[in-house]
């Protein structure tokens, strides 16, 4: 629909209403700086940077730039990894980052700006002995408005996703109105929002419920060798934690052990406890293994745990071009899933200390909010979907235009083969995505058609709602 727009219009920025209380940017620095996300493959100029002071300064903008056909997109703290938060050259990027405040904080919700990050989110709530339901992301300085819009899967693995706990929204849709939803008013725009990688709307403010926060956790880890038998033997385990529901935290990690020269399996079971200690002979009873490390730490030191790491690394490690794919595997397919990924992957691929790979076990009953794009149910109650990761990055020894495109290559193969196996992709990565990938229900294209006909919210996926529409017309 963006052909039939008249270009040069789309270019006539000084015709674009003044913000009230945001800055609408169009110097070069800060378009500059706007360009490139961390995967650092993506590099596209935008033509303005707004930085708004509220919901009515993004309405005014999207009404503007709907009109003239200029591609608009919400960007948090930019760490998705493939330009999803880039609306292309000369586009219009909304850094929410400056909507970052906290509104309310009570016993059971916190209400915050969308660009507040988790971080913030998590510190206010475990100052006041409390903790977000679902758990947080690994990593937890990105916007809340960033995770809500990919959906937020954590190692809570009885609870959902992020997006399970948020209990209502503010958006600004692409027409510039601004509605507030939850899962029973106005609930096709929330779950056109919910993990709707920007296209249901922008969202301005949002509602997450709280729950108490214990005071310690305890953390074993299991150790395993990534070959095909103890594969299986470490996916047994997982299933047999994940049935039993007693842990609380439940994730995989993979690394090259260099010194042993294979990769190794590290599950990570935690246990929160506020009274008694938990019994590792109970609740670790059964298992194939011993844990090879214990850790205990107090709730608000667990929660941040990985922050340190990235931390210290930035920004050499943002500079670095990533190549980071991220699928939802039916637990079935898994373990040949691994076999056949781990054999691609070698030395070349494990190259820098942060180069790991990730597994997050969960209930898919618990998954409710219809935007997050997983395998078809199999209708079991105790089905596991699994989010599997390989999480690359160039090292110092390879230049990234040697490294990069064989990489980007064998994901294209990955996710040609996931989607064959009914896997699916979470686009948060490096992955290639094409309008079929873009996380949708029929109601979000539905939603789209009538607030964004002319698809300026699209980001990577343009092109989507008019081939989906057609196709279910015909
Ligand atoms: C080190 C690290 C660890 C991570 N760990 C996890 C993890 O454990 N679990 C997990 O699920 N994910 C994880 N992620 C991925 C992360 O959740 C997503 O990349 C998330 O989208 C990042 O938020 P952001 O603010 O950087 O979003 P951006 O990259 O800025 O934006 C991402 C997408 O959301 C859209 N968007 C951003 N803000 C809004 C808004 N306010 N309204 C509408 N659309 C918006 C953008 O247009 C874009 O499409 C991790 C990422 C990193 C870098």
Redo the contacts with the bound molecule.
């Keep these: 629909m963006q052909q039939d727009l008249d270009p040069d219009l789309a270019l006539d920025w000084h015709s674009a209403p003044r913000p009230d209380g945001g800055v609408l940017y169009r110097d070069l620095p800060t378009r500059r700086e706007a360009a490139r996300?961390?995967g650092g493959i993506v590099h596209a100029l935008p033509g303005a940077v707004l930085r708004p002071a509220g919901g009515r300064d993004i309405a005014h903008l999207l009404s503007w730039a709907s009109l003239r056909g200029v591609p608009a997109?919400?960007?948090?703290?930019?760490?998705?990894?493939g330009g999803?938060?880039?609306p292309g050259e000369g586009g219009l990027i909304?850094d929410?980052?400056s909507?970052s405040e906290i509104y309310d904080l009570q016993d059971d919700h916190i209400t915050v700006g969308?660009?507040t990050?988790l971080r913030q989110i998590t510190e206010a709530a475990s100052a006041r002995g409390l903790r977000t339901i679902s758990g947080?992301?690994?990593?937890t300085r990105?916007?809340?408005?960033?995770?809500?819009?990919?959906?937020?899967?954590?190692?809570t693995y009885r609870t959902g996703?992020?997006i399970d706990s948020v209990e209502e929204l503010e958006?600004v849709t692409a027409a510039g109105e601004i509605h507030t939803c939850t899962a029973e008013d106005n609930a096709e725009l929330f779950n056109a929002?919910l993990a709707?990688?920007?296209?249901?709307?922008?969202?301005?403010r949002v509602r997450l419920a709280l729950t108490h926060a214990p005071s310690r956790v305890r953390t074993w880890t299991l150790h395993y060798t990534q070959d095909p038998e103890q594969t299986r033997v470490m996916l047994a385990d997982m299933r047999m934690l994940a049935d039993r529901g007693e842990v609380d935290e439940l994730w995989v990690q993979w690394l090259r052990d260099e010194q042993v020269d294979h990769t190794t399996y590290r599950m990570h079971v935690s246990s929160y406890y506020t009274g008694p200690e938990p019994d590792p002979q109970v609740l670790l009873q059964d298992l194939h293994r011993e844990p090879a490390e214990v850790t205990d730490e107090t709730w608000g030191a667990h929660a941040i745990r990985?922050d340190a790491l990235?931390d210290t690394i930035m920004p050499e490690w943002a500079a670095r071009p990533k190549a980071?794919s991220?699928y939802f595997l039916p637990e079935s397919e898994l373990a040949q899933w691994c076999d056949r990924t781990a054999a691609e992957l070698d030395e070349t691929d494990y190259g820098t200390p942060l180069s790991q790979g990730?597994m997050?076990p969960h209930k898919r009953t618990a998954f409710a909010r219809p935007g997050l794009h997983l395998p078809e149910p199999t209708g079991d109650p105790n089905e596991l979907v699994v989010?599997w990761g390989v999480?690359l990055e160039t090292s110092n020894d390879t230049p990234a235009e040697q490294w990069l495109p064989p990489r980007m290559g064998r994901a294209r193969r990955w996710v040609d083969h996931l989607h064959t196996l009914g896997g699916t992709v979470?686009?948060?990565g490096s992955d290639p995505v094409t309008p079929d990938d873009a996380p949708t229900t029929d109601s979000t294209d539905d939603l789209m058609a009538t607030h964004d006909p002319h698809q300026i919210?699209s980001?990577p996926y343009a092109g989507r709602v008019a081939t989906h529409l057609a196709r279910r017309h015909n």
């Design positions: 996300d961390l997109s919400a960007a948090g703290t930019r760490h998705q990894m999803q938060a880039s909304i929410t980052r909507l969308a660009g990050t947080s992301t690994g990593y990105l916007t809340v408005g960033g995770v809500c819009s990919a959906g937020g899967i954590t190692s996703a992020l958006v929002a709707g990688g920007g296209r249901g709307g922008i969202i301005t990985h990235y980071w991220c990730l997050f989010l999480l979470y686009p948060i919210l980001g």
